[in-house]
């Protein structure tokens, strides 16, 4: 993605290359219409060995058509907490040409309910979305049993 290019007086400059390349294929997932979908397409990329030990934040990639085109592990923490770098989320996003995302975090403790940080993060991720033309369909917290859907409690 980086490559560095000299200029007359000598100075090296780092240069960033976009590129998008698609896959001729068509995508193997469904059209995402509900939260039943997205959670299915995120547990089937969880690894079960993990998610009631340490908490971790996936994205999920969709065309305009809500079509997944991606999937990307942001991050992975502690027992209690992992981090959403927005910017790197946002990064992917762009790269990947994405018009819309989804969230997913697990919480290794079973406990469905969003925690105050979950509310302010989702609501910047959303608003950070809105600036780019980039929606955020939903953002679940999941655990092997079951998941809460921002999207469906009208938090979003």
């Known amino acids: 993605m980086e490559a560095t290019f000299s200029t007359t007086k000598g100075f090296i400059v780092s240069e960033i290359e976009l590129v998008y390349r698609t896959k001729p294929q068509p995508s193997p997932y469904p059209k995402i219409t509900r939260s039943t979908e997205i959670y299915d397409v995120f547990l089937r990329s969880w690894n079960m060995d993990k998610i009631e030990l340490v908490e971790q934040m996936k994205l999920l990639l969709l065309n305009n058509s809500h079509r997944v085109i991606g999937m990307l592990d942001l991050s992975s ?27 997913a975090h697990n919480h290794p403790s079973g406990d469905l309910q969003p925690s105050k940080a979950d509310q ?22 999941i655990t092997k049993e079951g998941y809460f859907s921002f999207g469906d409690q009208g938090l979003l």
């Not at 923490?77 to 995302?101: M, S």
């Not at 989702?122 to 369909?137: D, F, Q």
Request: aromatic share 2%; hydrophobic share 55%.
């Open 77 to 103: 923490g502690g027992t209690t907490g992992t981090v959403c770098d927005i910017r790197l989320l946002f990064a992917a996003a762009l790269k990947a040409n994405a018009c819309a995302i989804a969230l």
């Open 120 to 141: 302010q993060m989702t609501l910047s991720v959303k608003r950070a979305g809105e600036l780019l033309h980039i929606r955020l369909l939903d953002h679940l917290i």
